[in-house]
């Protein structure tokens, strides 16, 4: 399994930015997702997941991003998606998706999860 983050780049405070991660390896519904970043010298935080809830889809963010951010994804793409508006200098990081290994189950920061490489984000004041 593979996944394949893009989209990221430099924004002024106050723009927005759509990051991308591609799967490839296995079929991609029913796992849930998430997105995660890591500020220089901080620790990797949660940002977003989605995942099926009984027949809906499900999504959490952060209380940092809440409102401003919108995790989506295309399962006939194989493509989850992270919409991000109203960006400030504070959410400047390198931005990584993530992957369940279970069925029904979600990514966390230190799971055994599938991760990609990340993509830089970089918000100016």
């Known amino acids: 399994v593979q996944l394949q983050a893009s989209g990221g780049g430099l924004v002024q405070a106050g723009g927005s930015l759509r990051l991308s991660c591609a799967v490839s390896?296995?079929?991609?519904?029913?796992?849930?997702m998430a997105w995660f970043r890591q500020a220089p010298g901080k620790e990797r935080e949660f940002v977003a997941s989605?995942?099926?809830?009984?027949?809906?889809?499900?999504?959490q963010y952060a209380d940092s991003v809440k409102d401003r951010f919108t995790i989506s994804r295309d399962n006939a793409e194989n493509t989850m998606y992270l919409r991000m508006n109203n960006l400030k200098p504070e959410d400047t990081a390198v931005y990584y998706c993530?992957?369940?290994?279970?069925?029904?189950?979600?990514?966390?920061?230190?799971?055994?999860?599938?991760w990609g490489k990340g993509t830089q984000v970089t918000v100016s004041s």
């Open positions: 989605i995942y099926r809830s009984g027949s809906t889809t499900a999504r």
């Open positions: 993530a992957a369940s290994r279970r069925i029904g189950g979600l990514p966390s920061i230190r799971g055994n999860d599938y």
């Open positions: 390896g296995r079929p991609f519904g029913p796992y849930g």
